[in-house]
T-cell receptor, first 114, second 113 residues
């Protein structure tokens, strides 16, 4: 079945360490997104990419970086500059730029600090 | 800018009760509107959508009508089940904002047997 795969499901980071969260989709979608979800809060957009080799900052990009070298992959790196990285991270994709198309989500990665 | 406001939770109901979760939005023009559901430990799943005024989205017994005059998209279900316990998110997407979604803060629903 087509879908979005995020890995790992749980991730632990030491102080001063960079970690990379994986997101892969086989839906042939052009656009991909990364969101951060904190307890009891909605989703906040970190970065998004509407086409390969291009991406834009979302509302909370500081301390994060991304790449989009392949259509199916959009990894997120949480750098040591992100001082409060503990959260649930969700990756999503959408099929085209039509504004009435929904986004499809992966099952998320929960990141914690050791 | 665009924004979505949902009723504050948590909401606790007994099985077979009627559900309403309020959602209002601020946006110019005619955004597309969505309801997503998140079960514990999972990502979001699209529940229903509406793309123009007076459209009614429906799925799994849930319904929501796009009301332009009140800028609302309230989610309703006539008889909830324990399995409906989840967090529900209202969201909008505008043609001028590319593919970005704007989410509400989510409403936690718990249904007791």
């Amino acid at each position: 079945d087509g879908g979005i795969t995020q890995s790992p499901k749980y991730l632990f980071r030491k102080e001063g360490q960079n970690v990379t969260l994986s997101c892969e989709q086989n839906l042939n979608h052009d656009a991909m997104y990364w969101y951060r979800q904190d307890p009891g809060q909605g989703l906040r957009l970190i970065y998004y990419s509407q086409i390969v080799n291009d991406f834009q900052k979302g509302d909370i990009a500081e301390g994060y970086s991304v790449s989009r070298e392949k259509k199916e992959s959009f990894p997120l790196t949480v750098t040591s500059a992100q001082k409060n990285p503990t959260a649930f991270y969700l990756c999503a994709s959408s099929g085209d730029r039509a504004f009435n198309q929904p986004q499809h989500f992966g099952d998320g990665t929960r990141l914690s600090i050791l | 800018g665009n924004s979505v406001t949902q009723m504050e939770g948590p909401v606790t109901l007994s099985e077979e009760a009627f559900l309403t979760i309020n959602c209002t939005y601020t946006a110019t023009g005619y955004p597309s509107l969505f309801w997503y559901v998140q079960y514990p430990g999972e990502g979001l799943q699209l529940l229903l959508k509406a793309t123009k005024a007076d459209d009614k989205g429906s799925n799994k017994g849930f319904e929501a009508t796009y009301r332009k005059e009140t800028t609302s998209f309230h989610l309703e279900k006539g008889s909830v089940q324990v399995s409906d316990s989840a967090v529900y998110f209202c969201a909008l997407r505008k043609e001028t904002s590319g593919s970005r979604l704007t989410f509400g803060e989510g409403t936690q629903l718990t249904v007791n047997p």
